[in-house]
């Protein structure tokens, strides 16, 4: 045998060890990197008390008032703002200030002293509801009026049992009742009329609460316009989501004389805290802003001096527990009915039969006292059975066009109007754009700088030439980000640096991770706050409303995380420009966010899985509960993607592959 051969083949072993590895400074696999990413460093408790503390620290103190004249000036104040400012952010004012338009769809004759009134109304253009007005046989000089507003406890809608028997009694007492459809219930449950929907609406600029307030306030135009209605006495009610629609509207609209909110609602403490029994809501209810410097305390008490009863149930299965909310929205909102010298028209009942989550015969009696006395009715203390009376579903379809316009119908319409200035040619002109849009993407996302406290290294290994540290980023506000630092254990100087976002947690990155290790680089696996597995099962998006009701928004959250983390780990290696690269629709705006907002601080955004425009969102479409920062009031109007990008250079943004509907999927599932 040749000599030479004979010495390739002593040494080929420890040549094929080296070039199995990809390098001589470290290897790695998937599989056994994906362990080292997996290993729990931030625990999901931990994770939630984090978020509850921050959440907790950020609701409004209880109002305080010295004198009826103090309160009232400034409840008014407060009043506009949040109509102002917040409700209808983003409306067109001709659809806010239109008047209300109904239409007679049919009678039906009922021969019991009432007659049931078949009505379809307009909410905004292309979009309309219905609703049934339950009115006395005898129409005669001013009778008084309320509002029913129903809840999500149903999918008849306007047609459940006991929505009718309170109508129904209420007209047989002389009082004219309008029963309306509720969003995804009833005749308006279509795709695309889920809540979750009017998240869509923030987006493209338009605050969801406005979509709701409309809805529910064309019910009162019409009560308050009708010549039968004695307007000195209008009142509303509802269950749940009724509930809320009633202290909403009520604190809101002063032509509500007569409020009584049934389990509907608590202060934004004691949903965060008693979260087994307080439920964190619907989204209407934390909608975008609404709570910033404001909490529920305040509505019940701007409806001082008006006659409120807050009924609320002693073991409700559902939400708003009476004995929990109870200390907050009735024990510390009595005063300012006092210094009206009104503290009896301010009544708490709790229900023990059968103190669950209803509206049933206790409920409904304590409701038809409390009306017929502030009513100046003869007292009514029992309901007049009405089982007999009730109708169907079918009956009760007053019918909708075909074409009719969906929350999420509005917000693509709404989106097609959107109309962007185009980015300057020149590199000077671009320039001085490129720092105005950065900073109005500052107040879009209301971007606060965040400060490290602390980084833990909690761990480490070493095995194959591949080095690790497990790092707790505690940041200055009290939340927490978690990551692995990967390099080889020989590394060469002044390394490039990489980090790696994945919208399935930095577990999921680990194919991603291995690749840039086996390229000699320094690696950070990066999991933001609302990621990875410190979020598996804490439903982030549930929390992120509440953050998104208190003037915070958690895409500026997560891109302030991302952008101390990216200069620490640029400090630590030595490195001028970190790396980035995501995986998913999430943190593919974080990134780019991060990217436009500090351009000199990343060298490329490399997603894969993303999106080419915030359209897709609306399109395919995206739910809240999937990508909860996306939805930010504004975004969508002010930025697309390509504008961001645009804001980003000299920094690279490249899309490598975009995501599928299928993929989409797979990905929630």
Sequence with gaps: MPRLLRVYLHFLPLLTLVFASGSAFGQSEPEEISQVLGEEILTPGTALHQMKSYILGRVAPPPTATSAEQWTGQAKRLRQHLLQDVVFHGWPKEWVDAAARFEDAGVIETGQGYRLRKLRYEIVPGFQSVAILYEPERMQGKLPAILNVNGHVGPLGKAVEYKQKRCINFAKHGIVALSLEWFFFGELRQEGNEHWYSADLDL??????????????????????????????????????????????????????????????????????????GDLGDLEQKR??????????????????????????????CCFRGPLVKPLIYDGVKSFFRLYGKEDAFQWYENRDPGTHNYQLDNREQA??????????????????????????????????KDNLTILGLARKLARGIVREAVPADSGSKSAWAKEETEKLRSVIRYKPAQLSRVWTLANTKHRGVETFSYLFEMDNGLCASGVRLKGIVTPEKPAVTIVLNDQGRKAAATDVSERVNRDEQVLALDLTFFGDAWKDNEPFSYAQILDGEGERPLGIQAAQLLRIAQWIRERVGTQKVRLETRGIRTQMIGLVAAALQPELFSELITREGMASLSWALEKPVTFQEAPELFCLDLYKEFDLDRLAAIAAPAQVKLESPISKDARKAQAE
């Design 368 to 401: 038809y006292r409390f009306f017929s006395r502030q009513f100046g009715l003869p007292p009514v203390e029992k309901e007049i059975p009405a089982g007999q009376e009730i109708k169907s579903y079918d009956e009760l379809i007053v019918g909708l066009p």
């Design 204 to 277: 493209v600029g338009a605050n969801g609460l406005g979509i709701f307030l409309l809805e529910m306030r064309r019910g009162l135009d019409y009560l308050y316009n009708h010549p039968n209605v004695d307007r000195n006495r209008l009142g509303v009610t509802g269950l749940s989501g009724g509930g809320w629609q009633t202290i909403f509207l009520s604190s809101l609209d002063e032509r509500v004389k007569v409020a009584v909110p049934v389990a509907g609602y608590s202060s934004v403490s004691t949903k965060v805290e008693a979260r087994k029994y």
């Design 288 to 317: 975008t802003d609404f709570l910033a410097g404001v909490d529920y305390t305040y509505l019940t008490a701007m409806i001082a001096p008006r006659p409120t009863l807050l009924i609320h149930n002693a073991e409700d299965d």
